[in-house]
Nanobody, 125 residues
Framework: QVQLVESGGGLVQVGGSLRLSCADSGPTVTTYAMAWFRQAPGKEREFVAAVSSGGSTTYYANSVRGRFTISRDNAKNTVYLQMNSLKPEDTATYYC??????????????????WGAGTLVTVSS
């Protein structure tokens, strides 16, 4: 079974930075487009960012554009989410996911095939 493991979450002050990682020892990260989603308590899950299988194309939610950067290192089977200028609204559990296409996961046309268990990010004000 494919299992994705997120790490890097924690407590950070407003304006600070965190780097999330999503790793799997299998072929999933290399083969699939990857994305980050997040969900705050009592709120709907929302798309954050996605990257194509080769890493050449990225997509971002408007709420994080210019502050977050998604990248991948296929040699390490790892996807990253660099989060800068964090706001209280960024507080959520962040999940990585693998799917067929990055664009499809952004617009909801493609449902992710694999999910990580999530890592909690808390931004204090």
């Amino acid at each position: 079974q494919v299992q994705l493991v997120e790490s890097g979450g924690g407590l950070v002050q407003v304006g600070g930075s965190l780097r999330l990682s999503c790793a799997d020892s299998g072929p999933t990260v290399t083969t699939y487009a990857m994305a980050w989603f997040r969900q705050a308590p009592g709120k709907e899950r929302e798309f954050v960012a996605a990257v194509s299988s080769g890493g050449s194309t990225t997509y971002y939610a408007n709420s994080v554009r210019g502050r977050f950067t998604i990248s991948r290192d296929n040699a390490k089977n790892t996807v990253y989410l660099q989060m800068n200028s964090l706001k209280p609204e960024d507080t959520a559990t962040y999940y990585c996911a693998g799917g067929t296409t990055a664009q499809g996961m952004k617009v909801g046309r493609v449902a992710p095939n694999y999910w990580g268990a999530g890592t909690l990010v808390t931004v204090s004000s």
